[in-house]
């Protein structure tokens, strides 16, 4: 999916784009952040990868690329307790020859995610993007917004999806994080934490927990904007933002942090699973002092030695 330059500046207006897609004929509209998906192709056959989740469909082979694909509707399905939530996705089943697969790059890892269908692209202003209060999705969706016709749209969590169904990731990234090596930090100062998914708030703050770091955690922008505005800034060590958020978005942050002359000389360090080049030169444009893919333990504690090290 080729990025073109309008596309690029959404970060500018607080705006991102939506892949919408549904699982099920004339079922529940789902959507994943154009920044994560690279293209749809139709659905192929693969190659069966035994012992495996049971939501994983199996390997597709793509340009010499072998990558493993996952079956969203069961992964949605999994664990369910919903009556609703079943029944919405027990559609009547549709051959899978009929069916695509939206191939998603995040994190710096390729999979392919299969649905019945992508159906367009909808473009939202962040604070048009809401937290559920409650869902039958559980922690499997993110946010939500409506479409132009007032439908609404549930937004997936894909690296909750990734960290489900390939539960070594996670255990890798949690011995990493039990064997950093300790060093000094400051006391006077914390490290301030936008981040909305509760799985990558859970894995940062061990990090951060690890290395004995005061912090303080905001479920989106505006709140850790509003924060700083309210206190003195020499409280203030850093700032490790994701990009996607509800109501102001990471690169929000960043813009706002760095035109203001009592707030520019804050460190600012990105910490996404959209590790995208485009993502990196436009945080990079802002001025933020790293970008980080959601979320290396060894590279947040170096960033923590430089800006919070004594």
């Not at 089943?93 to 890892?109: G, M, P, R, S």
């Not at 004995?212 to 309210?230: C, K, M, T």
Request: with cysteine.
């Amino acid at each position: 999916m080729a990025l073109d330059d309008d596309r690029t500046k959404l970060h500018e207006k607080n705006q991102l784009e939506l892949l919408c897609f549904r699982l099920t004929e004339d079922g529940t509209i789902f959507a994943v952040n154009v920044f994560k998906v690279r293209e749809t192709v139709k659905f192929q056959e693969l190659t069966l990868l035994p012992d495996a989740n049971d939501a994983v469909q199996g390997l597709l082979t793509l340009r010499d690329e072998i990558l493993p694909v996952i079956d969203l509707k069961k992964w949605m399905l999994e664990g369910s307790a919903s009556p609703k939530l079943i029944n919405s996705l027990q559609d009547e089943e549709v051959a899978d020859d009929l069916k695509q697969i939206i191939i998603c790059e995040f994190n710096d890892t390729v999979i392919g995610v299969k649905v019945l269908r992508a159906e367009y692209i909808l473009r939202k202003k962040w604070e048009d993007i809401h937290v559920p209060v409650s869902s039958e999705f559980g922690a499997k969706i993110n946010n939500y917004t409506k479409n132009d016709d007032s439908d609404i749209v549930y937004i997936v969590d894909i690296e909750t999806m990734l960290s489900e169904i390939f539960p070594f990731l996670v255990e890798a990234k949690d011995n990493e994080t039990e064997n950093l090596q300790s060093f000094d930090v400051r006391k006077d100062k914390a490290v301030l934490v936008a981040e909305d998914s509760k799985t990558a708030l859970k894995a940062l703050q061990a990090v951060l927990n690890k290395l004995g770091v005061q912090h303080r955690a905001f479920p989106n922008g505006r709140e850790l904007l509003d924060y700083i505005n309210s206190i003195d800034i020499n409280e203030v060590g850093m700032v490790i933002t994701d990009l996607e958020m509800p109501i102001a978005s990471g690169f929000t942050v960043i813009k706002e942090l760095k035109e203001n002359n009592e707030t520019r000389n804050i460190p600012i360090v990105v910490n996404s699973s959209m590790t995208g080049d485009s993502n990196q030169e436009m945080a990079s444009k802002l001025n933020a002092e790293g970008f980080i893919g959601k979320t290396k333990p060894n590279e947040i504690a170096s960033y923590i030695k430089q800006f919070m090290g004594v």
